[in-house]
């Protein structure tokens, strides 16, 4: 079993769609969970931290299961400009990826 | 203030010979991780260091080594290319229980 699974994809959707990506992890000794972004040939960037209590950031969401092992990510009003590479990390003493979601956002 | 810088962008080897690649952390960082990232796959962890020394290490050979410096730079070395090793090379930077920066990357292609 892979440490960190995401949804295959990838997600085609219109500007304004409501899109949300999943994620599973195995280590259970997991502390700090993160979603990134990936644009093509460039490096990730942190699109967010994902907090036991959910939190939310404009138009995303995140939220983290402990029980499940579970984090998700929501985006609401889908633009153009979200169109990326969506990788689920997760964190013990170093950063674990899964293989990234293309979400691709068309008008 | 500069965030994390890789040297070089770009290098093209032959298989059987030796790469090493650098890494500058962001100021105030002291941990620097090096990823492989093969062609529509996730960053795949390769190692981390920390105080000059390998704290953890992913699922690659010991073709893969690395060196920490007092400055907190740092250097991946592989030895003996394959062309299986061609991939970007991503370096990330982090302090204690703080978020990751990376690099924009090292892409090595082997011929």
């Known amino acids: 079993r892979k440490e960190v699974e995401q949804d295959p994809g990838p997600f085609n959707v219109p500007e304004g769609a409501t899109v949300a990506f999943n994620c599973t992890y195995s280590n259970s000794a997991s502390q700090s969970f993160f979603w990134y972004r990936q644009d093509c040939r460039k490096e990730p960037k942190l699109l967010m931290s994902v907090y036991s209590s959910g939190n939310e950031d404009g138009r995303f969401t995140a939220q983290l299961n402990r029980a499940s092992q579970y984090i998700s990510l929501l985006i609401r009003d889908s633009k153009l400009s979200d169109s990326a590479t969506y990788l689920c990390v997760v964190s013990y003493l170093d950063m674990r990826f899964g293989a990234g979601t293309r979400l691709t956002v068309k008008p | 203030d500069a965030g994390v810088t890789q040297s070089p962008t770009h290098l093209i080897k032959t298989r059987g010979q030796q790469v090493t690649l650098r890494c500058s952390p962001k100021s105030g960082h002291d941990t620097v991780s090096w990823y492989q990232q093969a062609l529509g796959q996730g960053p795949q962890f390769i190692f981390q260091?920390?105080?000059?020394?390998?704290?953890q290490r992913g699922n690659f050979p010991d073709r893969f080594s690395g060196h920490q410096f007092p400055n907190y730079s740092s250097e991946l070395n592989v030895n003996a290319l394959l062309l299986g090793d061609s991939a970007l090379y991503l370096c990330a930077s982090s302090a204690m229980n703080t978020e990751a920066f990376f690099g924009q990357g090292t892409r090595l292609t082997v011929v």
């Open positions: 260091y920390y105080e000059e020394e390998e704290r």
